[in-house]
């Protein structure tokens, strides 16, 4: 089939009839198909199962001889640090393991910004007459909601295909100190599925900016990859950030939540010392210690770095086939048409589509009343508002591949109807 922008008139109308005709017979199947979330399928959630047993009454003495079903161990178990700092290649002593949730521990790191001076602040930011944060987009939604909910004006940077704008970035920054933050997903993000490159990494690290600049590090998919042979991996931040003399600069964040139970892993953050004491200062008032028990059972279940990357290799095979899917079909109906756009990431939890300017609304809202719900058009941008109007995230793992199958190909006779239609117009 030839690209939309040579088709003729007739062409179009007959690609239109053919999308209505598919269209309807897709709505008389009463679908009712979800791709609006990443989250883990039933078997990628199985696969952790045998951890739950490996924790009984006689095993919840932690490394160092405490009792982990008791009070205390305000930064986690020894063990469970230095599984985290293996991973995330930082010392042990810089890691606090947390809760079930990095997305908790983000929204206590920018809520202590705001209520207490962080290391190198002059006071709080929520004194600050305003507080901004640079937001590369699309991202994850609820990072943008945390900026939302405490007030923080947000800043679009556009992503790029190896991170975010840093031109934009460095102008931004190094001109206004009211700039206190970025969030960043720095391997296959949420939710184009792009690294960052080394280059992006160290300008990061290195660019001027308001001294107590704050970069948000989600590390959430580092672990994540589809391919053993194509791992996508950025230089360690930390590191990066001293080497500039930026010590303080960036947060780091990451979880099991995609490794084990996404609503019973452990999360664990990193920073440079001085961080690591003020964040401590603050958790000791909020908790006197996570569930250790938790931590244990991870660690037993886990082991090392070795560990889980097999255990990540058993979620990649289901995962692989999934995200083929998508692929294949956005490839055999979209391709070479000129009316949508998309990545092939290696790992993650997404596909990023894009459509035509202005038409990402209707899409999600066509696909919808035909029983496939996506997530909302914009969600993936600051407010809400995707300024093109045309990104479409596409959530892959939960779904069985025959369901993701007929939610893809209706997501596909969707953008056709609509792109013809709207040159018909
Ligand atoms: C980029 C990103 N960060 C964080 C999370 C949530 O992580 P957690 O379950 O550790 O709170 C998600 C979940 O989808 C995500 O996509």
Request: glycine share 10%; net charge positive; proline share 25%.
């Given at each position: 089939m030839p690209s939309f922008s040579t088709m003729d008139r007739i062409a179009l109308q007959q690609e239109a009839e053919a999308q209505r005709a598919r269209l309807d017979a897709i709505a008389a199947r009463k679908l009712s198909l979800n791709m609006a979330r990443g989250k883990p399928c039933k078997a990628q959630l199985d696969l952790a199962d045998a951890m739950l047993a490996l924790i009984g009454p006689d095993g919840t003495k932690a490394s160092d001889g405490s009792d982990a079903r008791n009070y205390g161990l305000l930064e986690g178990i020894p063990e469970a640090r230095a599984l985290f700092a293996d991973l995330m290649g930082v010392p042990a002593a810089q890691v606090i393991v947390g809760g079930n949730s990095s997305l908790n521990l983000m929204y206590d790191a920018v809520a202590r910004a705001m209520l207490t001076a962080v290391?190198?602040?002059?006071?709080?930011?929520?004194?600050?007459?305003v507080v901004r944060f640079l937001c590369p987009s699309p991202g994850y939604d609820r990072h943008f909601a945390i900026c939302r909910e405490l007030g923080i004006e947000m800043l679009p940077v556009a992503m790029r295909a190896d991170g975010p704008d840093m031109d934009e970035v460095e102008r931004l920054c190094a001109a206004d100190d009211s700039i206190k933050g970025i969030w960043c997903v720095p391997v296959y993000s949420n939710p184009d599925g792009i690294t960052y490159s080394a280059d992006v990494c160290r300008r990061l690290a290195s660019m001027e900016a308001a001294p107590d600049f704050r970069i948000l590090w989600d590390n959430a998919y580092f672990l994540h990859h589809l391919y053993d042979d194509r791992k996508d991996a950025v230089p360690e931040m930390l590191g990066l950030c001293a080497a500039a003399g930026h010590s303080d600069r960036v947060y780091e964040f990451c979880s099991t939540s995609k490794v084990t139970y996404a609503g019973a892993g452990v999360a664990a953050l990193a920073a440079s010392p001085a961080n690591v004491d003020h964040i401590r200062r603050n958790l000791g008032i909020q908790t006197i210690g996570h569930d250790k028990v938790n931590q244990l059972r991870h660690v037993a279940f886990l082991k090392d770095r070795a560990g889980v990357e097999a255990h990540m290799r058993k979620h990649a095979a289901i995962l692989r086939p999934k995200f083929e899917t998508v692929l294949r079909i956005l490839d055999a109906e979209l391709g070479g048409k000129g009316i949508a756009e998309w990545n092939a990431p290696r790992g993650g939890y997404f596909v990023s589509l894009f459509v035509e300017d202005g038409l990402a609304k209707e899409v999600v809202a066509l696909a919808k009343s035909v029983g496939v719900e996506l997530t909302?058009?914009?969600?993936?941008?600051p407010y809400g508002k995707?300024?093109?109007d045309r990104n479409i995230r596409i959530a892959p793992s939960f779904p069985p591949v025959a369901e993701l199958e007929a939610a893809i190909e209706a997501l596909c006779v969707c953008v056709r109807l609509l792109s013809a239609r709207r040159r018909l117009a």
């Open positions: 290391p190198g602040a002059a006071r709080p930011w929520s004194k600050e007459p909302p058009a914009g969600a993936a941008y995707d300024p093109r």
